[in-house]
Structure formats: structure tokens, C-alpha cells
């Protein structure tokens, strides 16, 4: 995952190919056609909708391109983020790089599939291992 | 118990590294207050009162010895208060009764334990700054406060019998450890408009009050065979899963606005529960109200879309089936991998010869002693295996708050634990702890035990095994206390006989409107509400969670204005006395408030008011 500050905003955020969906938005009635980048807002940290429209953009529209976060993003929500098929994010103020990218490094092992790898911890189990 | 892998280990402790990491970023000023608030609650770490509280999970309520040995070691040594900070909570506390002219209530007590409805336990006193030391003392006996709190699926709760109750269908343990790992840490369900909690049982009775949860489930098994479902494993032919599925409930809830959930699904099949909830929970997420946090909880959403609501769901749920491949279909190996978890222990009772001795015991000590003949009635219940006994330990004395246990309470229930529960307890959902494994030959020794330790109180079911929330004595969030008035009554209705021939009544006490002491599920509900900075009660009859007792879940009904708090004694008693004087022979309070009505009760009630009768004369105007 690409994290970038604010004044660093990728110069592709404003380009043709680039769409901005509001958080109330359907993502599976958007027209992705020629879209490279998906850009979705967090107006607040707390408010998760974006996470579920990463995840339907990312594993049940097969979109391939860039999600990108923006908004309240805060690190100690990157792992979430990356988790639901999000690529890219750029970090409100006064939100450490450094910080983002050590917790995005330390990210543990996980139960259940995402948007990033499908498949549950226990769809990999033999009975054998895990006894 | 389900048995923890290295893997479940090695993630609590991360979990535990990462709690550490936050708390020092936050002490060093680089976590705010604001974003450090969600994380610390998804431990469990609230902002109280006076201090923190911290809620340890317990899942679905199983708990072993050595981990009530190390939450005793968590109550002696870190719920401690610094005496300054003691003085000044309890001045203030004594400034509500002094305000109010009424007696004063208990004083603050620390280095406890509380055991909560939701089968969680408690601690109020722990210094923020210890809080990592704590989740790393909890990690070693593999506790945690993982998702007790915030807008996330919370600790699932369960039947407290599950897996030994007679009446069974299913054991629901190893669902609810399966639905425990696919929600913990789930990516994108960590910020829902508002707390998701989830209740499974398996049993003919509803222990587990399902339908006043956001996703209620009841383990069932169809009589028909199962053929709509194309992910199921072919080759499970004798597993004794093939007709076992899932009745879905969705959108319960009490608050301000009491809801029981409706039934979206009659039967889904047992390996497609995390599919479904997977679909129940994204439609939540996309379309819950985030405006206003009172109509937030899923059963807002689910009253006002109704069929659409329904129809979003299972057009989800289709497209996780046919669209992402349905990764979350839970394969029968690992339902049999957690299952094995959950063997009953090996014990060693002579089957041949239980019937007689258990018949031998019960004849012998019922006609030797009325107490513990009134224990057995109580506080012992039936078995799946004839040999055995479920037993509760009554948390429901005078001198402590309901379900408050000292550290050496929990070490010694830890004691009894392993001496005659095969090392496990359960944490109940009336407040109570409970031995699920004691063969009936104990039965008298254990008694004995748990009387010397003020445990054996055969209340259980009664007036006084009352639900209570913590209230204004610590809870920042309360508008009176739960406490005291819990003392109350506690002290008005000490007489066994006449606890005995009240019978069976739930007494719910909330000390506000989240009502965390579920007094809308109360058959006498007393809610706690402020009035010009005092503290008032509103008291409701007639509420039930669902049990067979209670009869189909609803809220109870407002009997009239609030009370003073010194009138709340009076006013259960007036409708104690009434139930006494209406009731037919055996019948229940419950079944006469039914049969009767509510006049009687509200009249009673009302005429005992004394402190509250200017003010309801001047609102009667």
C-alpha cells in the first residue's frame, strides 16, 4: 500500500480516468469503464462504508486499478484498509508516514478472507495441522 | 473448552503488543484522544465515572480455572483506586443521597471482578496506564478484551447450559467459535454504525434471549433433507450435521427503543452462517444511519426497510454465493476440528448404579435439610448426562453487588472449578457463575463448599437473582443508580420462605435507557432516569427475554410517573402483594400479571407513593 501525505497527492487525482464516489454510493452502479483510479472518502475515521465499498469494488466487481483513501485516514486504520482492497492512501494531518508504514509492517496473521486474500484462515487447514 | 493453537496465542499477544503501541503513542501525544478512543474501547477500555473500566471477554461465557485465578490476580492487584481518587468518587457519590434526603447507599467497593450480561466480566478501578500490563497478563492464560466495546460484533453470547442442557438440539459452541475468529478483527466491519451483538443457542428453551439482539440465532434441525444448498460437502453422509442449520433472527434490541428481531430466515444451512452474516452486516454497514446514534442499531434499519431490508440481504448473500465464490463456507472438517474442542470431559461416575444414588442423595438431604433441598431445587439443574448436574453459584448477596466477585471469591470459585467442574466454569447471563460438569455423588461437598463461601444461596430464578448494571455508581453513562436499589430489596426480601413462595421472577435493574440491566426484558423492570439533577425510577411489569417462564419476548409496560428512590422498595413490594393476592394456586407472578392485568398492579403501586404524590398530583393537573 502507497501512503502519501496531503501535499503530496498523486498527480493522477484529478485526471479523466480518476472517479471520486461519495461514501453513500453504490459502487456497482458506477461506470468504471477506462477508470484507472477510484478514489473514496472517510469523512470521519469512524464511519465505515468506505471499507465495504472498497471490498465490493475490489473482489466483487473485479476492479484492478487504484483505491484510493482520503479523508479522516488515520494509520492505525491502513491495515483495514489494505485489507479491503484499498492501494493507495493519503494520511490527514498530522498523521506520521513513518508511523502508517511500521503498523502497515507489523500487520498479524488473520482468521477470516478479504477483499486482498479471499480465502479463511481454516480454508488452508487439515484437521492434521491444526491438531 | 475450545482449545487455543499456537496461532490464536501468538494473536492475542500481537493484539496485546498493539494495545501497548497505542497507549504509548497516546501518553507521548501522538494519538489523540479522539482516534485513540475507538481503538482502546475495541480492548475493551472505557473512560468511566471516576476511572477506567475495562471488560474482559469471556466467549460465550466459558472460563477455565486458571483464567478466574488470573482475573483474581487482576482485581488484588490493579482494581485499585489511589485512596485520593476513592475519596473524592465517594463524596461525590454521597453527595446524590445527601441532594436527595435519602439514606445513603453502599460505598464504592474495589479489587472486584463483575460478571455482566453479556457473559463478560468487568473491572472499574484499573489506572489507564496499567492497562498494557494488564492485556499481557491476560494474554498468558489466553483472555483478551478484544471487540467487548465499539461499533463492532461484539463477544457472542450463548446458552449457559450449552453443550450439557437436556433439552438440546445442537451444542452451539463450536458455532460461536467459528462466528468468534471470522469476526475478530474483521476488516470491514470494525466501524458499523453501531454495536453488533450476537446470540446463538441450541436448545428447545432460549436461554440466550436471542431475539433481543441485533442477529439472534437458533441452532435447529430440519426435518426435511436438505437439498437447496450446492455448497454442501457431499461426503459428510454420517456427521451427524446433515439436517443442522440455523434459524436467523435479525434487528433486536432494547435502548430507547425495544425491539424484538424478526425471524428473516427459517432455516439456512449450518455451513453458510458466515456467508449470511457476511451479507447481514454489509448491508448494515452500507445503509445504517450514522446520523444520529439513537437510531443507528441495526433494528432501525431493519423496522424502517422492512422487505427491503430483507431483499438486500438476500440478494447479498446470493451474490457472496455465485459471485465471490463463497469463501466462508465452512468446510466439515473444521467444524469438527473446533467441535473436538468441545468434548465433555471424561469422568469417572458409576452409570450403572447413578439413578439409585442420585435418587438415594436427593430423598436423604431434601428430608436432612430444607436448605439444600431448596439448593437443588434452585441451583441445580438437569444434564445431558443423567450422571451429572449443572450448578449454579449464586452472585446475588447481601453486601455485594449483583454479580460482583472479591479476587478471592474468583480464586476460590477457581478451586471449586477444578475440584468439581472439571476445571470450568460459565459466566451467566443472570450474573451468576455456573458448574457445568458436577457428577451428582459431589453434589453435597459442593454444597458445603460453596456455602462456607457465601455461594450457595438457593435464589437462583428468584426475586432476588436480579439483573443489575453497574449504574450511576460507576457508569458515566447512568442516570441514577443500580446499586442501591438492588441493596434495597436485596434487604427487604431475605426471608427464604417467602423468596421460595413468591416463585420464579426476573427483576431487571437498568440505571439508564441503554439498559444494559435489560429491565424491558424485567417481569418487574425498574429503569433509573434524572429529574432536575436527582434521581428518579421508572418501573415496568410484564416484560419477558423469551424464556418458557416469561412466555414470547416483549418490553414491559410503564405502570405510571417515575418514583423517588426511596419508594422503590415500596413499590415492588405493592406488587409482590398484589400477585399474592390475585394468584391462583402454582401460578407464576408472571402468568397472573398476564391473567389479571396491569390495573390492580398499577393501582397498588401508585398508592404507596408518598415522596413522588405532590409531584404526580401537581402532573395529574
Not at chain 2, 457472542?156 to 442442557?165: C, H, L, M, N, Q
Not at chain 2, 427483576?507 to 426484558?521: E, M
Not at chain 2, 434524572?530 to 428518579?536: A, V
Request: aromatic share 8%.
Amino acid at each position: 500500500m502507497k501512503l502519501f501525505e496531503q501535499a503530496q497527492l498523486p498527480s493522477s487525482s484529478t485526471d479523466s480516468q480518476t472517479l471520486l464516489l461519495p461514501n453513500d454510493a453504490d459502487p456497482r452502479t458506477a461506470d468504471l469503464t477506462g477508470v484507472h483510479t477510484v478514489v473514496l472518502h472517510f469523512p470521519s475515521f469512524t464511519d465505515g462504508r468506505a471499507f465495504s465499498q472498497a471490498f465490493l469494488l475490489r473482489r466483487r466487481l473485479g476492479f484492478t486499478g487504484t483505491i484510493r483513501a482520503t479523508g479522516d485516514v488515520l494509520v492505525d486504520q491502513l491495515v483495514q484498509m489494505a485489507r479491503t482492497g484499498f492501494t493507495e492512501a493519503v494520511l490527514a494531518d498530522g498523521q506520521s508516514l513513518a508511523v502508517g508504514q511500521r503498523l502497515l509492517d507489523q500487520a498479524n496473521a488473520t482468521y477470516q478472507g478479504d477483499a486482498v486474500a479471499p480465502q479463511p484462515r481454516f480454508a488452508s487447514l487439515s484437521t492434521l495441522e491444526a491438531a | 473448552m475450545y482449545s487455543y493453537t499456537e496461532f490464536d496465542r501468538q494473536f492475542i499477544r500481537h493484539r496485546a503488543a498493539q494495545h501497548r503501541d497505542q497507549l504509548a503513542r497516546h501518553q507521548a501525544g501522538t494519538l489523540s484522544d479522539e482516534a485513540f478512543r475507538p481503538l482502546r474501547l475495541q480492548n475493551g477500555w472505557y473512560i468511566q465515572r471516576y476511572a477506567p473500566m475495562l471488560r474482559v471477554a469471556v466467549p460465550y461465557g466459558e472460563i477455565a480455572a486458571r483464567q478466574l485465578r488470573v482475573l483474581a490476580t487482576i482485581a488484588r492487584e490493579y482494581d485499585r483506586p489511589d485512596p485520593a481518587l476513592l475519596a473524592r468518587a465517594q463524596a461525590t457519590q454521597d453527595g446524590i443521597d445527601e441532594r436527595a434526603g435519602s439514606r445513603p447507599g453502599p460505598r464504592l467497593k474495589f479489587g472486584y471482578g463483575h460478571f455482566t450480561t453479556r457473559q463478560n466480566v468487568q473491572f472499574n478501578w484499573i489506572p489507564l496506564d496499567k492497562s498494557a500490563d494488564v492485556m499481557d497478563l491476560l494474554a498468558t492464560v489466553d483472555m483478551h478484551g478484544i471487540q467487548t466495546s465499539g461499533n463492532c460484533i461484539r463477544n457472542i453470547t450463548t446458552d449457559e447450559r450449552a453443550g450439557i442442557a437436556a433439552d438440546e438440539v445442537a451444542d452451539p459452541r463450536p458455532f460461536a467459535e467459528i462466528l468468534r475468529q471470522w469476526s475478530t478483527l474483521h476488516p470491514e466491519f470494525a466501524f458499523l454504525p453501531r454495536k453488533f451483538k450476537v446470540a446463538i443457542h441450541g436448545a428447545r428453551e432460549d436461554r440466550a434471549a436471542i431475539a433481543w439482539h441485533d442477529v439472534g440465532l437458533q441452532v435447529v434441525r430440519s426435518t426435511e433433507t436438505v437439498a437447496n444448498n450446492p455448497h454442501q460437502e457431499s461426503d459428510e453422509g454420517h456427521s451427524g450435521y446433515e439436517n443442522v442449520g440455523f434459524k436467523v433472527l435479525v434487528g433486536g434490541g432494547m435502548g430507547r427503543t425495544p425491539v424484538v428481531a424478526s425471524v428473516i430466515r427459517e432455516f439456512l444451512p449450518w455451513d453458510q452462517i458466515l456467508n449470511y452474516l457476511e451479507a447481514v452486516v454489509r448491508v448494515y454497514n452500507r445503509w445504517g444511519r450514522r446520523d444520529n446514534k439513537y437510531k443507528a442499531r441495526i433494528k432501525i434499519l431493519v423496522k424502517a426497510e422492512g422487505q427491503r431490508f430483507v431483499d438486500e440481504v438476500e440478494a447479498e448473500y446470493e451474490a457472496i454465493l455465485m459471485q465471490d465464490g463463497a469463501p466462508h463456507t465452512i468446510p466439515l472438517a473444521e467444524l469438527q476440528r473446533v467441535a473436538a474442542s468441545f468434548v465433555p470431559p471424561a469422568l469417572n461416575c458409576d452409570r450403572k448404579t447413578a439413578d439409585a444414588k442420585i435418587a438415594h442423595i436427593l430423598k436423604a438431604a431434601a428430608e436432612d435439610d430444607v436448605e439444600f433441598g431448596r439448593w437443588l431445587q434452585q441451583n441445580v439443574a438437569a444434564h445431558k448426562n443423567p450422571d451429572l448436574r449443572a450448578v449454579t453459584l449464586s452472585f446475588k448477596r447481601l453486601g455485594q453487588a449483583p454479580g460482583d466477585a472479591t479476587a478471592d471469591q474468583l480464586d476460590a470459585v477457581a478451586e471449586l472449578a477444578e475440584r468439581f467442574s472439571a476445571g470450568e466454569a460459565r459466566v451467566t447471563h443472570d450474573q451468576n457463575l455456573l458448574l457445568p460438569w458436577v457428577r451428582c455423588d459431589q453434589l453435597p461437598e459442593l454444597w458445603r463448599e460453596a456455602r462456607r463461601l457465601g455461594l450457595a444461596k438457593p435464589n437462583i430464578r428468584l426475586l432476588t437473582d436480579m439483573i443489575a448494571c453497574p449504574g450511576g455508581d460507576f457508569c458515566d453513562l447512568a442516570n441514577a443508580r443500580a446499586i442501591p436499589v438492588a441493596a434495597a430489596i436485596s434487604e427487604a426480601y431475605t426471608d427464604l420462605d417467602e423468596l421460595h413462595d413468591l416463585g420464579e421472577i426476573d427483576l431487571h435493574i437498568s440505571g439508564c435507557i441503554n439498559s444494559c440491566g435489560h429491565h424491558h426484558t424485567g417481569h418487574i423492570g425498574i429503569l433509573g432516569v434524572d429529574k432536575d439533577g436527582q434521581e428518579w425510577y421508572q418501573v415496568t411489569l410484564g416484560g419477558s427475554d423469551g424464556s418458557t417462564l416469561s412466555g414470547a419476548p416483549g418490553a414491559g409496560k410503564v405502570i405510571g410517573p417515575s418514583f423517588a428512590a426511596d419508594e422503590v422498595v415500596d413499590v415492588v413490594t405493592a406488587v409482590l402483594d398484589t400477585y399474592r393476592t390475585h394468584r391462583t394456586s402454582g401460578e407464576t407472578f408472571i402468568t397472573t400479571l398476564r391473567r389479571v392485568g396491569h390495573d390492580p398492579y398499577k393501582a397498588a403501586a401508585n398508592a404507596v407513593r408518598h415522596i413522588t404524590a405532590r409531584h404526580t398530583a401537581q402532573a395529574d393537573a
